[in-house]
């Protein structure tokens, strides 16, 4: 689906985009959608998230799981992007005993780096298994100070230099946050502009007009364990 309505996607998206910035903070609501059959299996999300966010070993914001469908010898894998689910009744904000995890007034779930003490409560509260721990590894192993390893990753559009094991984020859960420190300068997520499927859309589901609002109104659409009541704000359409 390169093309909605016979104009580019993502130029579509830009365009909701500047138009919900113009709206106060409180009256946006960010949300995802993931189109399965769109969805090629390249991890190009994956990569780009990683790129941008320069995520150590072993944290993957937005991971794709792959699950094989059919039988032998009819078989065929299925793609299923992982990012967190920004969930409107999240679990893993109670939990935390020092609120550095919290639910800001646009629906955004975030960490609060420099609050964490990485008691990994709400590693284990989320049954989207979507939060890691920064454990202090690098893939450059003992040459790591020289590299792009400890620059700024710019999260939160902040400051976080993985300096050493008690320095943020280091020490800290850490997770997908629908790069809003892009999102707040009129840029797309990463992961949306990377898919080479054009299977992700985002944008604010508070405006009608946008297309991810008319993508999610359609009736092929599912949440991953809305059984669960945690209102997930990451649509699939299958």
Known sequence: MEQFDGKDILEIMREDLQRALKKPRHERRWAMAI?????????????????????????????????????YPNTGLKFIPRPCMQCDAPTCTPVCPVTATYKRDDGLVVIDYKKCIGCRYCIVACPYGARSADAGHYFTGDFHKNTYEVENSGEYGKTFRRKSHWHSPIGNARKCHFCIHRVEKGELTRCTTTCLGHATFFGDINDPKALITRLISRPNVIRYKEELGTKPMVYYIV
């Open 35 to 71: 189109d399965m059959k769109q969805c090629i299996g390249c991890h190009a999300c994956t990569t780009g998230c990683m790129s941008e966010n320069l995520t150590p070993p072993e944290i993957h914001y937005r991971p794709v799981k792959e699950e094989e469908t059919g039988e």
